[in-house]
T-cell receptor, first 113, second 113 residues
């Protein structure tokens, strides 16, 4: 059963702590993406990766870091430098040889207090 | 700067009627345009892609038009049903720099029984 998984679904952290969100895909897609969504807002791109061991900043990368050591995995770390980390985080992947369709995971809702 | 606007944050339509959602873009010359559906608390799901040389695309009760002169795409749901209630997002894609998608803020559609 192919798809993208994100874990956990809900995550709670205290202010000042770093937290890592997991994203795994078994679709054999080269490209992977992280978005942030705030209530009533659209998707904003945090980081993206076109290939293993390479990634680029999106529109709102400050306070976040990523790694892409394996094709299947693209974890996102929300650092203590991120001023407003509470949000809904979505991971997506795409077949670069395909039609630009992005496949999204179920999302992780992060709450920092 | 590139801008994507989707009509009214929320749209209420009577069941059975046609719902029409608008996506306007500026400072873009997209070669393609995608539409996604997002249910509350879940990741978006791809619905349709239309190319710049296609005036219209249909999929079951869905119809998308793409007017590159007006810089606008219209998304229609005919014979609307309460199950069509969701947020719909558009995402124009340029030929160049197309590694990442930029999404509109979305229109929240409610079909009233």
């Amino acid at each position: 059963d192919g798809g993208i998984t994100q874990s956990p679904k809900y995550l709670f952290r205290k202010e000042g702590q770093n937290v890592t969100l997991s994203c795994e895909q078994n679709l054999n897609h080269d490209a992977m993406y992280w978005y942030r969504q705030d209530p009533g807002q659209g998707l904003r791109l945090i980081y993206y990766s076109q290939i293993v061991n390479d990634f680029q900043k999106g529109d709102i990368a400050e306070g976040y870091s990523v790694s892409r050591e394996k094709k299947e995995s693209f974890p996102l770390t929300v650092t203590s430098a991120q001023k407003n980390p509470t949000a809904f985080y979505l991971c997506a992947s795409r077949d670069r040889q395909g039609t630009y369709e992005q496949y999204f995971g179920p999302g992780t809702r992060l709450t920092v207090t | 700067s590139q801008k994507i606007e989707q009509n009214s944050e929320a749209l209420n339509i009577q069941e059975g009627k046609t719902a029409t959602l608008t996506c306007n873009y500026t400072n873009y010359s997209p070669a393609y345009l995608q539409w996604y559906r997002q249910d509350p608390g879940r990741g978006p799901v791809f619905l349709l892609l239309i190319r710049e040389n296609e005036k219209e695309k249909r999929k079951e009760r869905l119809k998308v038009t793409f007017d590159t002169t007006l810089k606008q795409s219209l998304f229609h749901i005919t014979a609307s049903q309460p199950a069509d209630s969701a947020t719909y997002l558009c995402a124009p894609i340029s030929n160049f720099g197309n590694e990442k998608l930029t999404f509109g803020t979305g229109t929240r559609l409610t079909i009233i029984p």
